[in-house]
């Protein structure tokens, strides 16, 4: 018996949204130290790159890990619909009491999108592209042993992956 072959199919859309990087659990001086520039009360912006990758086995029927039109729905419901052109940190109820991190962001998309999908288990990786210097990548949590673990997330970055201007 022969397997399929599997394949990683990926989707990219952008969107634009403003924070500011602000940690409840820390003093206000601790915040000015840990994030900078980007503890501006008045926030600051992105232009966000965002990349959706599921991965399986190419159906023999369709020739398709997943239709695309069902990644592009699923991303739009929570890219388009929760994130773009909002503040993160005044409208998304996920940041509320979690820094609005491009790590942090990366779980919020992953999450959401999982829920979304028809097959939930194929989503395999969400990129989060900041800036053109800066990304993060989420794999989310994995069954081991019958447990749940947390794939070691691989961030990209320069310095504290805290600012636009960072190099």
């Keep these: 018996m022969s397997q399929q072959p599997v394949a990683f199919l990926t989707r990219k859309e952008t969107f634009s949204a403003c924070h500011r990087l602000h940690s409840k659990h820390l003093s206000d001086a601790e915040n000015r130290e840990i994030y900078g520039k980007c503890n501006n009360p008045n926030g600051h912006g992105h232009n966000y790159t965002v990349e959706v990758t599921v991965r399986g086995p ?4 369709t020739g398709m890990v997943m239709n695309i039109t069902d990644l592009k729905f699923a991303m739009d419901g929570v890219i388009f619909k929760q994130l773009d052109h909002k503040n993160l940190d005044k409208d998304v109820e996920f940041f509320q009491n979690t820094p609005s991190t491009t790590e942090n962001l990366s779980v919020f998309i992953w999450d959401n999108v999982r829920q979304a999908l028809k097959r939930p288990e194929l989503l395999y990786e969400v ?37 636009s201007d960072s190099d």
């Design 58 to 61: 190419i159906d023999v029927r």
């Design 127 to 163: 990129k989060i592209y900041e800036t053109d210097k800066n990304s993060v990548t989420y794999r989310g949590p994995y069954l081991q042993n019958g447990q749940y673990m947390l794939n070691k997330r691989s961030a990209k970055t320069s310095c504290t992956n805290i600012s």
